[in-house]
């Protein structure tokens, strides 16, 4: 009963309208990605999402994973489907051709990821893994190391995983208990349970390489000891470059001491298996500096956590286009303001103030997410410029967007689809309609890759004071001059004049957090998540504002016009709830901590 | 692993020090019902909740309801579990004594809701449902009816539903197509389809008494074409008083033309049936006048939405204590401001300003609602008083006040369940803690009973102009009153001066809601969910208030030091939304109205 459409059309307008995608990226090794090209991609990768990857999906919520004596089954079609996607290259992409990619441009990546979440969110996790896994080993692993697995993660051929969390650790890593022991050949005992795992085991790909944080025996305390091992599940049958000759030949091609003891059982993503894993004395080969695991680690994680804010805009996406679908078809009661069409017993629930204010919420909720979502590939790609500059503006802005894109984007989908749902009342509720399925499956979103609280805390309490304030000054210096740029311009007014107050609110919010949360951290903490929804609400506000811009010299296009009226929904109906953050920033932390403990 | 303690203490409170409750049932025949005797058959019903239905609450979910044959089978245990509560009387207990109850009050009921519904919602409907069936019956059948069905409705021997929505006809009932024949005898022949019957078919109950809206042959179009009617499983033994000539002995105890021919897989609620039923020439009878079911429909209805405003507190309660549990023991990095507790590797997550701020609005999400629930519970009694003046107030406010309760527990319920996944983390998202459950359950809430939109178009469309504002007044003399009284306490203005501010604010915006919406009913209803939020904020900012002026008094109990702590977190966290819901409803219906629709 689900369908689906890529919004093909609302790319090519932000990459050709509203940004200058295909310049953005000239001067980063991609000319040949020109928007013919781009387009046939897309339009493959489309069909793919369309055609394989969503008529598994609700396959996948309800006959779920099978576990049996260690192993993971997945469930009908999926391992099919993968190796379709791997046979077709699609999921190497993004990686270099050297093994086995074209090289694509992030932009376009994070695009695509978008309908693959869309069509199949449990499945979409796994490349997305493989990839950080990719970009770590080919980043900062040995030659061996490059050598003997770059392609084959590139491919999806061989898939990764990022084991942190344990059981008594995981928001809180610097206490974790996996123990690394040096081998005199060179490499690592590695020993420890981890849950939560992603992908831990399963049977889409021949071998599974997963990176590892872990202590040595004698590392310092707390997250400062901690180093990154790549365990792979079975290990190399012949070390090319002589690198590993220490491993004895009995161990070549055997099964490493990995054993998965159990999946859990989820509220959604029936069809990702989350594991509990258990490293019995694994071989693994240390990835980068010992005691320097964390940055490596959160190298992948900043990945992953802008990918896992793309979910959010997602499933937002499809949940809006089956709930607008319903509401097209569905009959009941009468416009308010007269009869609609006669002919029938009923109008259609579009007549209705309140379902169009949940519909339209929803889809401005997603364009402007999608709109920022490109921004933030440009600025991925941008990190890779030669041009220093702006590697460091681009480095900076991600650093400072990337718990904003994570919370907000992940926040707002879970709103989206339980504003899908209503839409469709009972029918909502009930599998058959699959919105249900969208509705559980988000939710991890908020969860995993650090919770959203854990986002606001990093963007708070770091990333705008990180670099002396530079991330923020980056940020800044853009958006006050297309501001002033845009304030004699008529057709603007109503969505630059709130964008201004917006952006003065934000300054004075960042000062009296970071002044106030000098002097006292609970304050910075307690106003943290709210904070941080202000601060998406001004991203979202700044991409509305770039594209009525564009679409106010388009007077006669139906769709630049439909794009002004969603920015009025936005400045209208979104934005107006950044007088409350304010209100709630402001009132500060002692409510919260005062709050006798034993009578919570 | 979920863990439950019914909120006695916190009903004490209310019925004792907030609300004069044994003193509003004097002179409505409750005098028996004093604090002793109630604080027994409180525990007596929270014993049953928490040891019999606690435990098959996950068993329910898990395994679900079979449907075979035409015949549902309830998940194991439910069965037994359902006759315990019917032989120990506990279901009948709010009704006549005659009828096997013992006239509890609806207040005490009230509560008592609150504890079935934290421990296994599913279950907790049918009892509701039964018991609407038994007050239209008692209300309005014969005399052979009352006899014959209002015995054994009251006790649960025999299961009630209430039959409204067809395929076609949700929200619209106006074009229904279920038929009834009128026959010689008296009785009814009732043909048609409906959808979404909540508990239509089980194995519960011996038989299940169904109200069916329907329309004969020649009635009018539309609402007002709409009659009421009893349509049995199971036809009647024997008809003692001679009501019922016409029926034929064959038909006597005979199965009724009734099929269930599917249930509904939901998100939630598993082992609650969501039944597809089909009428085919069943033999009914017509309760109250003909062409009046609508009315007699909403009575069951209106009590049916308190009831599903209390599941919002109900399943925001019982998330609540499990993830306070969750946060207790689990220990993740430090106090922001030092060392909590040296000696472990981590300080308690409740030293976190952010998980505080989530447990604290969870927690003040439902001591709110609780104590609105009881004030409506009052109400309910009241609007049976023997003194005219306090039955007229009461029914007005019950009008005003039922889809705020309905609509705003519900809202608050679905986020209070999220708020507390989110605090236990990757725990929270799996079935083994209960709180995803509990996440999936509440939902429905928003949708059924007429969705959260629709409560939201009584409130603004209907119940603040009705009875030429009387509704409204009701309720503003008493709240204006109270201001009045404590603007000179300095202890209160903290409560005192927002609730003020907001009242105001409500004031105005009601005025603009009418004075718009009658020229253009566009504006009105697009600004109704807003503005029926807005007002539910106002109503527990009451509560706060009022709850705040008792505890001001008790500087040396913890218990109410610890509300007042409470009415700060209302006031400072959760009610400087109105500002920003202000705006919304200002900002009008243009930029909804004029989206053009084929760019949705």
């Known amino acids: 009963m689900v369908e689906y459409t890529p919004p093909y059309a609302e790319y090519e307008f932000l990459f050709n309208e509203v940004f200058d995608v295909y310049d953005s990226i000239s001067g980063i090794d991609h000319e040949e990605f020109d928007a013919d090209f781009v387009r046939m991609i897309m339009e493959g990768w489309g069909e793919y999402c369309t055609e394989v990857l969503l008529p598994l999906n609700e396959i996948g919520d309800r006959e779920g994973l099978t576990f049996k004596a260690g192993e993971v089954t997945m469930p009908t079609g999926f391992v099919d489907a993968w190796k379709e996607g791997v046979e077709a290259g699609w999921y190497a992409a993004i990686c270099k ?120 025996p004698d590392a310092p305390e707390g997250t400062r000891g901690i180093s990154l091992f790549l365990v792979p599940k079975f290990l190399p049958k012949e070390w090319e470059s002589g690198g590993l000759e220490g491993l004895s030949q009995e161990l070549a091609d055997a099964r490493n001491g990995i054993s998965c003891s159990g999946i859990e059982h989820k509220m959604g993503i029936h069809a990702s298996p989350t594991c509990v894993m258990n490293f019995d004395d694994s071989v693994g080969w240390l990835i980068g500096e010992l005691n320097n695991g964390m940055p490596l680690m959160f190298e992948m994680m900043n990945r992953e956590r802008l990918a896992t804010g793309m979910m959010g805009l997602g499933l937002g996406e499809i949940a809006y286009q089956n709930s607008l679908a319903w509401a097209r078809d569905r009959r009941q009661g009468r416009d308010l303001a ?167 609110g934000l300054q004075q919010l960042t000062l009296l957090m ?50 002004l009226a969603s920015a009025r929904v936005f400045f209208k109906r979104i934005y107006p709830e950044t007088v409350a953050l304010a209100a709630t920033i402001q009132s500060g932390h002692k409510h919260l901590m005062e709050y006798p403990e034993a009578m919570m």
């Open 338 to 504: 007269g009869v609609r069409d006669p002919a029938a017993a009923a109008d259609n629930i579009l007549v209705h103030p309140d379902v169009r204010r949940m519909l339209l919420t929803a889809k401005v909720n997603n364009e402007g997410c999608r709109a920022l979502g490109v921004w933030v590939g440009m600025l991925l790609d941008q990190m890779h410029s030669e041009d220093e500059k702006v590697q460091e503006r681009a480095k900076a802005l991600i650093a400072l967007l990337t718990p904003i894109v994570k919370a907000h984007f992940t926040d707002l989908g879970c709103e989206t689809t339980s504003t899908c749902m209503q839409v469709m009342g009972g029918a909502g509720y009930c599998s058959e309609f699959g919105v249900e399925q969208f509705y559980r499956d988000v939710r991890i979103s908020k969860i995993w890759e650090g919770t959203n609280g854990i986002q606001a805390l990093d963007l708070a309490g770091r990333k705008i004071t990180q670099n002396l304030g530079r991330n923020l000054r980056f940020l800044m210096w853009p958006l006050v001059e297309f501001i002033e740029e845009n304030r004699d311009i008529p057709e603007m007014a109503e969505f630059n004049k709130p964008l201004h107050q917006g952006v003065r």
């Open 97 to 216: 051709p050297e093994h086995g990619g074209m090289g694509l441009p992030h932009v376009f990546r994070n695009a695509m990821d978008e309908f693959a979440i869309s069509t199949n969110m449990a499945l979409s996790v796994v490349p997305a893994l493989g990839l950080g896994v990719y970009d770590l080993v080919t980043g900062h692993g040995t030659n061996e190391l490059i050598d003997h697995y770059s392609a084959n993660l590139a491919t999806g051929l061989w898939c990764g995983t990022m084991c942190l969390t344990e059981p008594h650790a995981g928001t809180d890593l610097g206490i974790i208990r996996t123990k690394a022991i040096p081998q005199d050949d060179g490499t690592y005992r590695v020993t420890g349970t981890k849950i939560f795992i992603t992908a831990g085991e399963h049977d889409l790909s021949d071998n599974i390489v997963h990176m590892v944080i872990a202590k040595t």
């Open 514 to 563: 970071v002044s106030q949360g000098m002097g006292n951290p609970h304050f910075l903490a307690a106003g943290a998540t709210d904070y941080c929804r202000y601060f998406g609400n001004i991203m979202l506000a700044y991409m509305w504002a770039k594209m009525a811009r564009v679409c106010i010299q388009r007077p006669d296009s139906e769709f630049h016009q439909a794009k």
